[in-house]
């Protein structure tokens, strides 16, 4: 069976990843969730078994959480079933936004600051959940989500209670601390908008272009534009 670019990609991130833990045990991460990463963290659970790397050392910080959510449904629990608990990351060492509040980035700050970071890109541009008029100097805070935001994740919540409508997220001056950004973006139609993000003004409009200010921002993504597939 032919892999997909998208598989090439998840591979890639994922073995980028496993050799950082490899050479940092005390790595501190920023992690996604939904379908961008799903292949990707599959992925680096298998390389984490197979070579037996050690994460009881890292430290891994979600980039965002809904408010008002069933547990089932929520980032704590997507980010445990899928890596967490693969990898054996020790329970005091998995962080979560809604559960810390204004303390977030001091968190951070105490484990050393972001090595890493790792996001995917809304179809308005947000990153995390940081929705279009979010300023520059923003950290981790609460937010009320745009329609189009609700409207992309409702598959997500096929038999919830709820639709939640608000969430917390890290902020884009946090995102910005982090030593190295790694954006993933699938679909041709994340094309335009990672177009604009990446070569257009620079504006709270779209919260990716902020990325641009980045020294070290590395793009995947299953689309021509960036070559993606092309891992030399």
Request: hydrophobic share 40%; net charge negative; charged share 20%.
């Amino acid at each position: 069976m032919e892999t997909s670019c998208q598989e090439i990609i998840a591979s890639r991130v994922a073995e980028l990843i496993a050799a950082e833990v490899a050479s940092n045990p005390s790595i501190c991460l920023g992690l996604p969730t939904g379908r961008t990463p799903a292949k990707m963290y599959a992925e680096l659970v298998k390389l984490s078994r197979q070579n037996n790397l050690d994460w009881s050392r890292a430290s891994c910080f979600a980039l965002d959480e809904y408010l008002d959510v069933d547990e089932s449904h929520s980032f704590s629990h997507y980010l445990s079933v899928n890596l967490y608990e693969g990898v054996g990351l020790p329970a005091a060492n998995r962080f979560n936004p809604s559960e810390s509040g204004d303390d977030y980035d001091a968190l951070i700050a105490a484990r050393g600051g972001l090595d890493i970071t790792i996001l995917g890109i809304g179809l308005n541009g947000h990153i995390a959940f940081n929705e279009p008029g979010i300023p520059a100097d923003s950290w981790t805070h609460s937010i009320v989500l745009t329609p189009s935001t609700i409207e992309a994740n409702r598959e997500l919540f096929k038999g919830a209670r709820r639709i939640p409508t608000r969430a917390v997220t890290m902020g884009i001056s946090t995102i910005l601390a982090s030593r190295r950004i790694i954006l993933m973006a699938f679909g041709e139609k994340k094309r335009s908008i990672l177009d604009q993000a990446l070569t257009g003004p620079v504006s709270p409009e779209i919260p990716a272009s902020f990325l641009q200010q980045h020294g070290s921002l590395q793009v995947f993504t299953d689309f021509e534009r960036a070559q993606a597939c092309r891992l030399d």
